[in-house]
């Protein structure tokens, strides 16, 4: 008699032992196939590829991104670096560069001191630097840094360029004050080279926007003088030493009196850019003495 007995209208049921026992058979099967065929083989690997490899792309990919952007951050890293000693470089050759203009500039300054040492070398001078100006675009008063200490005393003659720049009007023991000849108070006794003709360079701040000083009063009888003509500090100067160039007449006109005539000069001197003068450590009175 069979030992699975089924009743009328009720459900058949297999006992727990035989369905292990079949699945277990079924899995040596399963096994034994595998082991031994290459049945499931290929299937099992298109399930492996269409799972595995899309996958392994995504990492690969994921890294590959991955990997060039660490590459790009470490190139602009390295740029950024770059970048900042090149912008270092650059202020240091600015600076240089600066300092060799200001050397050079101050070369050609001392060069022209020379060479107006050497035309005036009749007269024993001393070089002074400027240290402070009573402002405004002209060095029509301004403070040197040599004294007493120096040998330096009011109404020295003060010199630069190629000619006159004033005298000195108060000393101190490392100091001095220097009034300018285009101060609008400054009255200068001069003549004309060419022709010994006299004449007063008066002052005009308002004029040196133009780069020009006045004169008046030349007595030109002859009409010997022209624009271009050198204009000197004269012999009856009670201030200055005589001979020094003071600038280059560039137009006259005669006077209302039809005695004298007035005009204007260029300066020799350059009244806008001083650095270093030439002091002559001698003066009117002493020279006369």
């Known amino acids: 008699m069979s030992p699975i007995i089924r009743k009328k209208g009720e459900k058949f049921t297999l006992p727990s032992k035989y369905l292990l026992l079949i699945i277990t058979f079924i899995c040596i099967c399963m096994m034994v196939v595998t082991f031994t065929t290459d049945m499931f083989h290929d299937s099992l690997g298109n399930v492996v590829g269409y799972v595995t490899v899309p996958f392994q792309n995504g990492i690969t990919e994921v890294g590959t991104w991955l990997s060039d952007k660490s590459d790009e951050l470490s190139q602009i890293r390295i740029l950024l670096q770059e970048n900042k000693e090149l912008r270092q470089k650059v202020d240091e050759l600015t600076i240089e560069n600066t300092m060799l203009q200001q050397d050079k500039y101050e070369l050609n300054q001392l060069r022209e001191l020379y060479k107006l040492d050497e035309e005036y ?136 009196n039809n005695l004298t005539k007035s005009g204007y000069a260029t300066p020799a001197v350059d009244f806008q850019h001083l650095e270093e003068v030439l002091v002559i450590l001698e003066t009117k009175q002493s020279l006369e003495d």
Request: charged share 20%; hydrophobic share 40%.
């Open 121 to 256: 070398s009749g007269y024993e001078k001393v070089g002074a630097r400027i240290i402070a100006w009573d402002g405004g675009n002209w060095f029509h008063s301004f403070t040197i840094d040599k004294g007493k200490d120096d040998g330096l005393a009011v109404d020295m003659n003060v010199m630069a360029g190629s000619g006159l720049v004033g005298r000195i009007v108060a000393v101190g023991k490392n100091w001095a004050k220097v009034t300018s000849i285009i101060n609008d108070n400054s009255n200068v006794s001069g003549m004309v080279l060419s022709t010994s003709d006299n004449l007063i360079v008066c002052g005009d701040l308002e004029l040196m926007s133009q780069g020009l000083i006045r004169f008046e009063q030349l007595v030109d009888s002859k009409n010997q003088v022209v624009e271009g003509d050198k204009i000197v500090t004269s012999n009856i100067s009670d201030k200055y030493l005589p001979g020094i160039l003071i600038g280059y007449i560039s137009s006259m006109e005669m006077d209302s």
